[in-house]
């Protein structure tokens, strides 16, 4: 069983920066590929970014690619979204997602998630 929670959410002026947080507890966190889904408001929850168990492999979904950075911390187990140049689409509940072995943009294959972060970005 893995427990995540996240952080960092809040109101950010367009063109802003936020670093959101995924702390995880349980089991080996370094055994658990990450990924970050959002979600707004009348819309299907969606891929952000996923890394690999070590950190060394990371994907983005093109609407984030250049401005988002996913990490993670395998010593503090925790995963980070590093966000910037926020426009107005990103505003959503993001949320941290965990499975076992490798790594997935389809939110199905994940075991484990968290209760989500609000991010808003004001115009």
């Known amino acids: 069983q893995v427990q995540l929670v996240e952080s960092g959410g809040g109101l950010v002026q367009a063109g802003g920066s936020l670093r959101l947080s995924c702390a995880a507890s349980g089991r080996t966190f370094s055994s658990y590929a990450m990924a970050w889904f959002r979600q707004a408001p009348g819309k299907e929850r969606e891929f952000v970014a996923r890394i690999n168990r070590s950190g060394s492999n990371t994907d983005y979904a093109d609407s984030v690619k250049g401005r988002f950075t996913i990490s993670r911390d395998n010593a503090k187990n925790t995963v980070y979204l590093q966000m910037s140049s926020l426009k107005s689409e990103d505003a959503a509940v993001y949320s941290c997602?965990?499975?076992?072995?490798?790594?997935?943009?389809?939110?199905?294959?994940?075991?484990?998630w968290g209760q989500g972060t609000q991010v808003t970005v004001s115009s």
């Open positions: 997602a965990a499975r076992a072995g490798s790594s997935s943009r389809d939110p199905v294959n994940y075991n484990y």
